[in-house]
């Protein structure tokens, strides 16, 4: 398990990036995790760099290892 492993879980159709919605239904899916968009849309604002609101594959890899 690494992390190309753990942004495909996520991304939906190779598009690239992860939006909200893709994110949170990660989430739901494969961890039973039931965050409210809103708390998602918190977490986006903060690590999303291309404000976009979506994550990138170096947005996701920032979030989730930041000092590496």
Known sequence: FNMEDAFTIF???NKGYISEIDFKDGL??????FPLLEEISVL??????????????GDF????????
Request: charged residues 25%; aromatic residues 26%; positive net charge.
């Open 11 to 13: 991304e939906k159709y």
């Open 61 to 68: 890899f920032n979030m989730l290892a930041p000092f590496t």
């Open 44 to 57: 986006f604002k903060r690590y999303d760099n291309e404000s976009n609101r979506a994550l990138s594959y």
């Open 28 to 33: 739901n899916s494969y961890f039973g995790l």
